[in-house]
T-cell receptor, first 112, second 114 residues
Framework: QKEVEQDPGPLSVPEGAIVSLNCTYSNSAFQYFMWYRQYSRKGPELLMYTYSSGNKEDGRFTAQVDKSSKYISLFIRDSQPSDSATYLCAMSGQYNFNKFYFGSGTKLNVKP | IAGITQAPTSQILAAGRRMTLRCTQDMRHNAMYWYRQDLGLGLRLIHYSNTAGTTGKGEVPDGYSVSRANTDDFPLTLASAVPSQTSVYFC?????????????FGDGTRLSIL
């Protein structure tokens, strides 16, 4: 079983829709959770960073962590065609120096 | 604009040849990383460096070597390329190697080994 599971998609939605992207994980020691956005032929770009459980909002993006369920989510409100990209979740634990665990990414397509 | 620069952006290489992928960062980050990204397998750590002068092996180190002579540069060398090393290679850096420091990525090198 992988440490981090992420549905590869693709996920196709109309412009303006609310998008929900999710990852599950197995290691209860994970404390730091990140979402990266990766455009085609580009490197992953840090989008959201959260510590432990709870919500964090940044503009149209909300990151949610539920440590009891080992489940993290990224919500995108009023989705735009420019949001079309692959979204990767990543996480690490307090004692995991050098080691980030990445999901394999969900490809999102927002249709105009 | 501060960030990570990788070169070349793409390369086609004959099997058996030696190749060095270059990575330079101007953020004065202590920790640097090399990943390969393959379809269905996600990002896999090849080698890392916590600080200048030190390196360590990641998840898939075989066939690759790295050096960290200074803070800014972290080259990755394929001593004798094989077709299974065809991949997209990403260099990343973080303020430190601690788990609470997010990693920042370059735009990658697309490498094809024939």
């Amino acid at each position: 079983q992988k440490e981090v599971e992420q549905d590869p998609g693709p996920l196709s939605v109309p412009e303006g829709a609310i998008v929900s992207l999710n990852c599950t994980y197995s290691n209860s020691a994970f404390q730091y959770f990140m979402w990266y956005r990766q455009y085609s032929r580009k490197g992953p770009e840090l989008l959201m960073y959260t510590y432990s459980s709870g919500n964090k909002e940044d503009g149209r993006f909300t990151a949610q962590v539920d440590k009891s369920s080992k489940y993290i989510s990224l919500f995108i409100r009023d989705s735009q065609p420019s949001d079309s990209a692959t979204y990767l979740c990543a996480m690490s634990g307090q004692y995991n120096f050098n080691k980030f665990y990445f999901g394999s990414g969900t490809k999102l397509n927002v249709k105009p | 604009i501060a960030g990570i620069t990788q070169a070349p952006t793409s390369q086609i290489l004959a099997a058996g040849r030696r190749m060095t992928l270059r990575c330079t960062q101007d953020m004065r980050h202590n920790a640097m990383y090399w990943y390969r990204q393959d379809l269905g397998l996600g990002l896999r750590l090849i080698h890392y460096s916590n600080t200048a002068g030190t390196t360590g092996k990641g998840e898939v180190p075989d066939g690759y070597s790295v050096s960290r002579a200074n803070t800014d540069d972290f080259p990755l060398t394929l001593a004798s390329a094989v077709p299974s090393q065809t991949s997209v290679y990403f260099c990343a850096s973080s303020v430190s190697a601690e788990a609470n420091q997010p990693q920042h990525f370059g735009d990658g090198t697309r490498l094809s080994i024939l």
